[in-house]
């Protein structure tokens, strides 16, 4: 059951259809009513760097549901894998999933994970999650075999780190949740902010 909003907010919709956020956003104790995904254009603009690029990304998936649900709370999404400056795609075949893999391998890589709150005056609250995340040195054998277990498609960087890919985490320095697609207290607080009760 959602948690009521407060006098004077719309109810709250989720801009992704991922179920990866939905459970994330059930652990406040939420539930969005609505979910709308929105289809907008994700290809890095010329120089963009991660970090300003899922800020981007995030407020535009907002915008795009508000256009649907003008009377609602947006909250919006978007998660992004950067190597120094290079932003690494999401993976939709086993080629790029097995190139961001070898590209990680043994190394620290930054999950930059922006959040955007719109409430029905138009008011945007932003805020971005940025977590270090080294991998041990993956053999080739390691990576097939995540290749064939199927969890890295559609995923930023070619992993979940909430699957069999933690298993490659040396260490983390920041959000768990924020790298599974949803900072819960980044997303708790924007929230509050915007007026929804949340425990």
């Known amino acids: ?6 006098p004077g907010t719309g109810e709250l919709v989720l801009a992704s259809a991922s179920p990866r956020r939905r459970e994330l956003l059930a652990r406040l104790g939420l539930t969005a009513p609505r979910i709308l995904a ?33 009377e609602a709370v947006i909250l919006a999404g978007d998660t992004v894998v950067g190597v120094g400056r290079r932003i690494l795609p ?5 080629a790029t999933a097995r190139r961001c893999l070898a590209l990680l391998s043994g190394r620290r890589h930054r999950v ?5 709150v719109l409430s029905p005056d138009g008011r945007l609250r932003e805020a971005l999650s940025e977590t270090v995340v080294r991998f041990k040195r993956l053999e080739p054998a390691e990576i097939e075999a995540y290749i064939a277990g199927g969890e890295w498609h559609g995923k930023a960087g070619g992993y979940a780190i909430q699957g069999s890919a933690e298993g490659f985490c040396a260490w983390i320095a920041g959000s768990h949740s924020g790298v599974v ?15 929804l009760a949340i425990a």
């Open 1 to 6: 059951m959602a948690v009521p909003s407060a």
């Open 38 to 70: 929105t289809d907008i254009d994700e290809t890095p603009l010329p120089g963009e760097l991660p970090r300003a690029h899922a800020v981007r990304l995030a407020a535009g998936k907002a915008r795009a549901a508000a256009e649907l649900a003008p």
């Open 90 to 94: 999401k993976a939709e075949d086993e």
């Open 112 to 116: 930059f994970s922006a959040i955007a």
């Open 181 to 195: 697609g949803l900072p819960l207290y980044e997303t708790r607080r924007l929230l509050r902010a915007a007026g």
